[in-house]
């Protein structure tokens, strides 16, 4: 059963804090991607990548950064974590066939 | 830029009702996904529409897409308690390169 596994489903961190979420894929596609969900907003897209090494900015990378080093892992990094990005995180994976996403990570800031 | 615009964000509905939720998109694209997420859960897909006029139904789910006037619907019959759940509409705009989402309708449906 092919797989987008987030680390963690609940994540607790302090203001100020640097956090990784991580995810990996077992599909070998090329596309990974980092969504935030808010409630009344949807899921809205910080990062992508289309290949290793590399990323782009969504529609609100502000405050996150991206790591892809391999092709089945693609990191979100909030360099200095604020209460503001307490939200749940999903990330996905996608070949033309279609989208896989993880089940979530749940980030409180505190 | 791709936006998505999906109504009504929240539908109370009796069970044994009909309704409908819609799906708009302002440029073309290539294909259109509805979701289903349960509370604490991931998207589980629900359908995939390629085509104007591609109809696709599951149980008491029928979605429906037409390109030109993008839009799609998602309609729900004889609603039931167990699709009580948020629902979105996404926006391929380029075979698997980006997913741009609704806002999501939260459905309750009550006995």
């Known amino acids: 059963d092919v797989k987008v596994t987030q680390s963690s489903r609940y994540l607790v961190k302090r203001t100020g804090e640097k956090v990784f979420l991580e995810c990996v894929q077992d599909m070998d596609h090329e596309n990974m991607f980092w969504y935030r969900q808010d409630p009344g907003l949807g899921l809205r897209l910080i990062y992508f990548s289309y290949d290793v090494k590399m990323k782009e900015k969504g529609d609100i990378p502000e405050g996150y950064s991206v790591s892809r080093e391999k092709k089945e892992r693609f990191s979100l990094i909030l360099e200095s974590a604020s209460t503001n990005q307490t939200s749940m995180y999903l990330c996905?994976?996608?070949?033309?066939?279609?989208?896989?996403f993880g089940s979530g990570t749940r980030l409180t800031v505190v | 830029e791709l936006k998505v615009e999906q109504n009504p964000l929240f539908l109370s509905m009796q069970e044994g009702k009909n309704y409908t939720i819609y799906c708009n998109y302002s440029?073309?694209?290539?294909?259109l996904y509805w979701y289903r997420q349960d509370p604490g859960k991931s998207l589980e897909s629900l359908f995939v529409?390629?085509?104007?006029?591609a109809v696709k139904q599951e149980g008491r789910l029928m979605a429906s897409l037409d390109t030109k006037a993008r839009l799609s619907t998602l309609h729900i019959t004889a609603a039931v308690h167990d699709l009580s759940a948020t629902y979105f509409c996404a926006v391929d705009m380029e075979y698997g390169n980006k997913l741009v989402f609704g806002a999501g309708t939260i459905l309750r449906v009550k006995s």
């Open positions: 440029t073309t694209s290539d294909r």
């Open positions: 529409l390629l085509s104007n006029g």
């Open positions: 996905a994976s996608s070949s033309w066939m279609g989208y896989t």
